[in-house]
């Protein structure tokens, strides 16, 4: 990593991210993710809604029909679901009992045991907070 001062610092491990002890992400379909980074909530720790169990892969399909028939722009991209890294027990709860569950309870866990790259998401953060920093 390079500041604005043109110092440059190298990653010499992780520290236990904060973003599953300080927040929950909602999806459109009812699907919670652990956090703001986690966009479509890949790694899903619950569902709110019963539409979270189903409705991630049939709107990818209306938009790659619609895609394949009459929208030019979306014919030049690669359209595919993104990989789906958690699939928690299809069962609609709230936000109190997510919060408290074993899901998210298990990513916590992973980062006080400094195992984050256990959970393929945090594996993939770019979140440089997380990262122990060493000037060089």
């Not at 986690?38 to 569902?47: E, I, L």
Request: glycine share 8%; hydrophobic share 30%.
């Amino acid at each position: 990593m390079k500041d604005s001062k043109d110092n440059i610092y190298i990653s010499e491990g992780r520290l236990p991210c904060e973003q599953p002890f300080q927040r929950l992400l909602t999806t459109y379909d009812g699907k919670v993710g652990m956090c703001c980074y986690d966009w479509g909530a890949t790694h899903t720790v619950g569902y709110l809604d019963d539409l979270g169990f189903v409705n991630g892969d049939k709107e990818y399909e209306k938009v790659k029909i619609k895609a394949d028939k009459q929208i030019k722009g979306f014919e030049l991209m690669n359209l595919k679901m993104p990989t789906k890294h958690n699939l928690p027990e299809k069962t609609v709860g709230n936000l109190n009992k997510i919060w408290h569950g074993k899901e998210i309870n298990t990513v916590r866990e992973a980062h006080i045991k400094d195992k984050a790259d256990t959970i393929n998401i945090c594996k993939m953060c770019p979140f440089k907070e997380t990262y122990k920093w060493k000037k060089i």
